[in-house]
């Protein structure tokens, strides 16, 4: 955290729509820049949206899957002009808790957000279920879930679609390759 204290990192905590968005989304990417020339290296600006259902509608139809299409459509737009990655964290309908993993049709609004997705990843970890075991997708051998994720990846622009369990530790939301340990160097 000390090492990212310097980094323009900013908060925007409240419910909006895209219009509002956008400008300052690109306040932050000027300030990314600023910041990049006066340390002297290249940083790439983030935009995480964390909670997908506090988007406010700017469409006209007066559905909250047109408004989060909306939204996203004109985000994926900006992102593509001014060189944004954006990460999404959306949920997951209760009814995915009874699988042994999630499906794209577990996220809510899926169609909306793999529409408007280049990758599309669902994280899944076992143990918060209280399932001792997972099956390990490279070996096919079952293996303890204690301290691991099991990363579905349902849609990738540049990769085939397929799964890969690496290690987590949710205390300090910390994950890590699953041939190395907790405090290998990155």
Known sequence: YSEGANLP?????NATDINKLIPVLKK???DTKAKESIEGI???PVFALDFIGRIKGASRYGSKTYDIEDFLQGLKEFANDYGLAVYILAQ??????????????DIKDSATIEDNSDTLI???RPE????????DPQTGAEVPSKNRILMRVMKAR????????ENCNMEYFRMW???DEWNSEY
């Open 9 to 13: 990192i900013h908060y925007h905590q």
């Open 28 to 30: 932050f990417v000027h």
């Open 42 to 44: 290249q940083i790439q």
């Open 92 to 105: 997951l309908l209760r009814s995915a808790d009874e699988k042994a993993a999630p499906e794209l049709v």
């Open 122 to 124: 669902i994280g899944h």
């Open 128 to 135: 918060y279920y209280r399932k001792e075991t997972v099956i």
């Open 158 to 165: 540049e990769a085939a679609p397929g799964d890969y369990l």
């Open 177 to 179: 390759h699953r041939d």
